[in-house]
């Protein structure tokens, strides 16, 4: 994993020097602190120049174009992994974040076509699929995570890719005559001209959901989509082009005759993904919750690790209501592995607080962030690659929700729709709506407790973009929900992901998004998914993923209820420190800038002892909001 980040401007002004450059690409060193390189580049004269990537200094020519790269070394640790990567004649620049895990599959074609390889990097793998097959069917060739920028020369273009699942971030502003492109915005406080504003029209949509479908709450930041990818051509407009449709999916028909045969079978997937991301020259450990997505995937690697000496790193508590920590060390001492655990307690949260979010650049969406923040920064001790077991609940249907979306009026669902909602009638209609009760499924925030705390709150505006998502997408309610989860849900964890452990130059893998994995995980028959009324009247999500797990630990670690990654906020917020953080700056800075309900957030701070579980989840929302605030629009950091 690495760091890009570029600007163009767009009226063919010279670069005179790297006055900005420099302090965008230093910004976010920490992404890549293993080696850097600058290029400047002209779409308009076809020429280019390596530019000194340490100290400020002039340019020489004529370009108005610059691109920025911070490497973490992963693959051939070598200089001849240096980026940005040009090729053999000197017309294509490329940068590239991420992993391609079958990018060493096209090695040998494209040796036979012509190409002599000068490194063992997926990087020039990619330079060389650009050049045989052009940009469209080499992003859909690419199995693995990443943000790509190609600057073609010859055909005078620049291209910004992000894929399929936003597993990689990236950024880009146009405004001013620049167009700038980023893995971090924070790199866009250095272009003229801009500053980090607000947009108050994202807020609505920010209280109920905690986040912003695939953009920011910045005035002028775009975030690229996933499979998507920017065409940029001086004296035109950027156009953005779609090269992966997540309704390219479609659900099997036919039952399963045979549990145990379509279980083999994914097994065999699951198995071939976490074999293909263990390929680094570096130091590989797994992201161990004691949960059953992270146990599979370290049981997985750990079966197929060549010194038979895998390592997991951990996050516990002293509170066991939210601690999995006897799962984890079920999971270690089962395989046999070396377990580090390192444990969260208020002091390192506040202290870390500001930090993270830094690092997000956004406010904190779950409380748990903070304590993928600091595995991180302990797992650098010990390695320099994690494998997670993030988006088998998007893909796999392992959130309990997914019963409420496919049986809306079964079991107790209706029921407890109506008994929650009583004093908001029209949230009772609104769930006989599919695309309402599929959109507000996610939501973390009910819209009363949004009205009630952002006087002039619209329900419409906040879900309007998300059911315009959904409307889009085909197939039964659950593939839809699916499919809708991994466009509205699944990229912000990703992006928690990415961003938590590249604050430590950590590099964050996901063999449950592999393509392939998830492709074939839609020739799985629903109900071996969502197991219904198992004999005891209960429900059970992801369930083949449960009954793999239970055949390697047992069944009840595999069928317990899912605990999540908790965070104990109401003993953290209590505690002398964090409280006095609360009153001293988040108090008064809600209540200078006059977004929020002053009223109601000063009797939550000073009854926190007494709040509802929902009144403690939107004083967390308030609470992360402002110190984001205060980082980036007030600029206290």
């Not at 009226?11 to 230093?26: A, C, G, H, Q, Y």
């Not at 370009?63 to 000197?90: C, K, T």
């Not at 492709?519 to 109900?527: A, K």
């Not at 209960?538 to 993923?545: A, V």
Request: glycine share 6%; net charge neutral.
């Amino acid at each position: 994993m690495c760091g890009i980040t570029g600007y163009i401007n767009a009226d063919l002004r010279p670069i005179k020097d790297t006055s900005r450059i420099l302090p965008m690409l230093n910004v976010q060193k920490h992404r890549g602190p293993d080696d850097s390189g600058i290029r400047a580049f002209s779409l308009e004269t076809g020429l280019s120049a390596e530019l000194n990537s340490k100290e400020p200094g002039n340019i020489k020519g004529s370009f108005e174009g610059v691109l920025g790269f911070n490497r973490l070394s992963i693959l051939d640790l070598s200089a001849n992994g240096h980026q940005p990567m040009v090729s053999p004649d000197g017309r294509v620049i490329l940068a590239f974040n991420g992993e391609i895990y079958n990018a060493f599959d096209f090695k040998k074609e494209l040796a036979e076509w012509g190409y002599h390889f000068k490194s063992s990097t997926d990087t020039e793998v990619i330079l060389a699929l650009y050049l045989r097959y052009g940009l469209e069917d080499m992003l859909n060739k690419l199995n693995g995570m990443f943000a790509i920028v190609v600057a073609d020369l010859a055909k005078r273009a620049l291209y910004v890719a992000r894929d399929r699942f936003g597993i990689k971030p990236m950024y880009y502003v146009s405004a001013h005559n620049v167009f700038a492109f980023s893995s971090e915005l924070k790199s866009f406080k250095y272009i003229d001209g801009y500053n980090f504003k607000l947009n108050p029209s994202k807020l609505d949509e920010y209280l109920l959901f905690r986040n912003n479908i695939n953009d920011t709450l910045f005035d002028g930041v775009n975030s690229l989509k996933p499979g998507h990818y920017i065409s940029y051509r001086p004296g035109e407009r950027i156009r953005i082009k779609q090269f992966f449709n997540v309704n390219d999916y479609s659900r099997t028909k036919a039952k399963a005759d045979d549990l145990t045969q379509v279980q083999h079978k994914m097994e065999s997937w699951l198995d071939k993904s976490v074999q293909s991301q263990l390929m680094s020259d570096v130091k590989l450990g797994c992201q161990l919750s004691g949960g059953v997505d992270s146990s599979l995937v370290t049981w997985l690697a750990n079966k197929q690790s060549t010194n038979g000496n895998f390592e997991s790193v951990s996050i516990v508590f002293n509170d066991e209501r939210f601690s999995e920590e006897k799962y984890i060390d079920q999971v270690s001492q089962s395989l046999g592995i070396t377990a580090h655990k390192f444990l969260l307690d208020s002091d390192y949260y506040l202290d870390h607080f500001e930090d993270a979010t830094w690092h997000l650049e956004a406010p904190l969406n779950h409380p748990n962030t903070i304590g993928i923040y600091k595995l991180s920064q302990r797992a650098k001790e010990y390695v320099t690659v994690l494998l997670s077991g993030e988006g088998a609940d998007e893909v796999f249907g392992g959130y309990q929700r997914f019963y409420g979306i496919k049986y809306p009026y079964g079991g107790k669902n209706l029921l407890r729709q109506i008994k929650n909602n009583l004093k908001q009638p029209s949230e009772i209609f609104n769930y006989f709506s599919e695309d309402n009760r599929a959109v507000m499924a996610t939501a973390f925030m009910s819209p009363a407790m949004a009205q009630m705390l952002r006087p002039g709150f619209s329900r419409e505006k906040a879900v309007f973009d998300r059911k315009s998502v959904y409307g889009n997408l085909t197939g039964s309610r659950f593939d839809r929900q699916v499919k809708y989860e991994i466009l509205s849900y699944l990229p912000d964890l990703l992006i928690r992901q990415d961003k938590m452990s590249m604050a430590h130059s950590i590099e964050n893998r996901v063999p449950f998004l592999d393509n392939q994995v998830v492709s074939d995980s839609f020739s799985i028959p629903e109900n071996c998914l969502l197991s219904r009324n198992n004999g005891d009247g209960t429900n059970t999500e992801k369930y083949l993923l449960k009954k793999m797990t239970a055949k390697v630990f047992d069944h009840h670690f595999a069928f317990r209820d899912k605990m999540g990654f908790g965070i104990p906020l109401r003993e953290f917020f209590l505690k002398d420190r964090f409280n006095q953080y609360l009153n001293d700056k988040i108090l008064p800075a809600n209540k200078s800038r006059g977004i929020f309900n002053n009223r109601i957030v000063n009797n939550w701070v000073s009854n926190i002892k007494g709040l509802k579980y929902r009144e403690l989840e939107a004083l967390w929302v308030i609470i992360a909001f402002e110190t984001w605030a205060s980082i980036y629009l007030d600029e206290k950091y």
